[in-house]
């Protein structure tokens, strides 16, 4: 079978997937919209328990939800219906990640996985990186500013990803990252990330079956990085704040 009929199943099973998954409520698990309490526990205990009862998506309507570091688990879908803010913590102690990269949404060898909708991930960048700085300072954190740095988006060994529509804003590092994944569609997100000096829009490393749609781009690093091997990979209508067209940049 062709390297093109593989992908084009891939997203047929992902968007299969999507229509007949189950939708829940983030309020159902306890997770408040006020922007005040911190939600990571509730939003981590949904994600565990629609992935162990056979997937469907995590939908969150308008407000402002604080949270911490969310691993992403198979079969689910995180939605943030327009006016939904996932936001993150400015506490550094509040991030973890998958083989070293802190992210604000992680997953690792997981599939049939996305954030879709028209609302907002907001990393609070510039506040998160005062915040490192200040625990450097005082000698609490032993790690340096790149290794503390969450980054929006991580996902790692992981097939048939989607991540439709939605607005990633304000990373304290860089923005999204995918390292060894298949199958994997960015299609009409808006990315914006410039408060912190050197934010990479999408970081590839090693993947196989990467289709970019639609992508807008305002950040202060590089828009498109492969810092490994990535095979079939598509970018089509991608443009940056000044309308160039972007390339993947080796």
């Known amino acids: 079978m062709t390297r093109i009929k593989i992908f084009t199943l891939a997203l047929l099973s992902v968007c299969a997937f999507s229509l007949s998954a189950k939708d829940y409520k983030a309020s159902m698990f306890g997770a408040k919209s006020d922007g005040i309490i911190l939600n990571t526990n509730s939003i981590q205990k949904a994600v565990d328990f629609i992935s162990e009862n056979g997937g469907g998506r995590l939908v969150f309507y308008v407000g402002r939800y604080l949270t911490g570091s969310i691993?992403?688990?198979?079969?689910?879908?995180?939605?943030?219906?327009?006016?939904?803010?996932?936001?993150?913590?400015?506490?550094?102690?509040?991030?973890?990640?998958?083989?070293?990269?802190?992210?604000?949404?992680?997953?690792?060898?997981?599939?049939?996985?996305?954030?879709?909708?028209?609302?907002?991930?907001e990393g609070q960048g510039a506040a998160?990186?005062?915040?490192?700085?200040?625990?450097?300072?005082?000698?609490?954190?032993?790690?340096?500013?790149a290794q503390?740095?969450?980054?929006?988006?991580?996902?790692?060994?992981?097939?048939?990803?989607?991540?439709?529509?939605?607005?990633?804003?304000?990373?304290?590092?860089?923005?999204?990252?995918?390292?060894?994944?298949?199958?994997?569609?960015?299609?009409?997100?808006?990315?914006?990330?410039?408060i912190v000096a050197g934010s990479k829009g999408i970081l590839l490393s090693g993947c196989d079956g990467v289709k970019l749609t639609d992508i807008f781009f305002d950040t202060s690093g590089a828009e498109l990085t492969s810092v490994g091997k990535s095979k079939s990979v598509s970018v089509i209508n991608c443009k940056n704040r000044s309308g160039g067209k972007i390339q993947v940049n080796q």
């Open 128 to 145: 998160v990186l005062d915040n490192i700085n200040i625990q450097i300072q005082k000698g609490y954190l032993r790690e340096t500013v």
């Open 71 to 121: 691993h992403l688990k198979s079969n689910v879908v995180i939605q943030l219906e327009e006016g939904a803010v996932l936001v993150g913590t400015t506490s550094v102690y509040d991030y973890s990640g998958v083989n070293g990269t802190k992210a604000l949404i992680s997953a690792e060898n997981q599939e049939n996985i996305g954030i879709t909708g028209k609302g907002v991930i």
């Open 148 to 194: 503390a740095s969450p980054v929006l988006v991580c996902f790692d060994g992981c097939n048939n990803v989607s991540i439709e529509q939605i607005n990633l804003w304000n990373a304290c590092g860089n923005v999204q990252s995918y390292k060894g994944c298949n199958n994997i569609i960015v299609r009409k997100v808006s990315v914006k990330s410039r």
